[in-house]
């Protein structure tokens, strides 16, 4: 699913503005820049067909720092064949555990938390499987640019437990899969995870 052209160009102004708006010092710079996130948020609401401008607008000023892709964490955990899911209580779809990375936890430490925080089970991480670009993975649309990191987990304990983010859980067979939240997960990747279940010296996936 490509990202319409219009989102390419907001990403790349806001970005602009935002690295920008971070390192300049002169006063019109600032207002220059300003002005493009300002540009950039009315071309995503315009698109959009939002009546107003302000909620793309506070969407792009929280955004400070140096302009980086964002990193979404996800874990692939096996029982008996199947893979564990997770039912989002935003959407009412499914979903491997994971989210946002957070500052000054290591990847494969937030894989862990995820898994315990949503699902209940207590894993240890054996494997990176891939790093991939959402812009390629046929996902909706997104303002920002992520990348996506998969891991390998074993169950180590722990037991189902539903969580303020998740209404469910449970593991599913292949050919048994729900209905996935796709900005979050797709069937492609799930059956990747499976291939590398299967397979633990394949090599890790990217791009």
């Known amino acids: 699913m490509l990202n319409p052209q219009w989102l390419e160009w907001v990403r790349r102004l806001q970005s602009v503005a935002q690295t920008g708006l971070e390192y300049c010092t002169d006063l019109y710079d600032r207002e220059r820049y300003d ?32 302009a980086t892709p964002k990193v979404d964490i996800r874990t692939a955990v096996f029982d008996q064949g199947g893979i564990l899911l997770v039912q989002e209580r935003s959407d009412g779809l ?11 936890e290591s990847p494969s430490l937030a894989a862990v938390r995820e898994v315990k925080e949503e699902s ?14 959402r812009d390629r993975q046929d996902h ?5 640019h992520v990348y996506k990191l998969f891991f390998i987990g074993e169950l180590r ?10 209404s469910d859980v449970k593991f599913f067979k292949q050919d048994e899969l729900p209905p996935l939240s796709l900005t979050r997960v ?4 799930v059956k990747h995870m499976f291939e590398h279940f299967r397979n633990p010296s394949q090599p890790t996936s990217y791009d």
């Open 157 to 166: 304990g722990g037991k189902a437990k539903r969580s303020v983010e998740t």
């Open 94 to 104: 499914w979903t491997l555990p994971g989210g946002w990375a957070d500052v000054g």
């Open 35 to 66: 002005e493009i996130r300002h540009i950039a948020a009315e071309i995503a609401a315009k698109s959009e067909g939002l009546p107003a401008v302000e909620p793309i607008l506070g969407l792009f000023k929280s955004e400070v720092g140096y």
């Open 140 to 144: 909706p649309p997104l303002a920002y």
């Open 120 to 133: 209940g089970y207590e894993i240890v991480v054996n494997k990176l499987a891939a790093v991939f670009d």
């Open 186 to 189: 797709t069937a492609a990747q």
